[in-house]
């Protein structure tokens, strides 16, 4: 069982900055690939960001430049630094577990947090 739990989330304004917090416990976090999604009112989960046990990531094209995904495995935690946020960025946000097939596949992930609200206004 893995426990996920992110924190950060809150109200800024459009060209502000954010950072989330995703702590893991219960499965050897040093070795898991971890990924950031999010979710809109009225849409569909998407794919934000990952990293990989070596810190490799891969970036959606929409974020790209603006966030980045970074993990600190001695405190089992991922983050999402988010710049220059836009209205549209507005979702509650969540991380995931990867368990295996394409990265940027919700499917792909078998544990998730509970979320995390960001609401940009502009």
């Known amino acids: 069982q893995v426990q996920l739990v992110e924190s950060g989330g809150g109200l800024v304004q459009a060209g502000g900055s954010l950072r989330l917090s995703c702590a893991a416990s219960?499965?050897?976090?040093?070795?898991?690939?971890m990924g950031w999604f999010r979710q809109a009112p009225g849409k569909e989960r998407e794919f934000v960001t990952c990293?990989?046990?070596?810190?490799?990531?891969y970036t959606a094209d929409s974020v790209k430049g603006r966030f980045t995904i970074s993990r600190d495995n001695a405190k089992n935690t991922v983050y999402l630094q988010m710049n220059s946020l836009k209205p549209e960025d507005t979702a509650v946000y969540y991380c995931?577990?990867?368990?295996?097939?394409?990265?940027?596949?919700?499917?792909?992930?078998?544990?998730w947090g509970q979320g995390t609200q960001v609401n940009v206004s502009s």
């Open positions: 990293i990989t046990w070596n810190k490799a990531t």
């Open positions: 219960g499965r050897t976090f040093s070795t898991q690939i």
């Open positions: 995931a577990s990867y368990r295996s097939g394409t990265v940027v596949g919700a499917s792909s992930y078998d544990y």
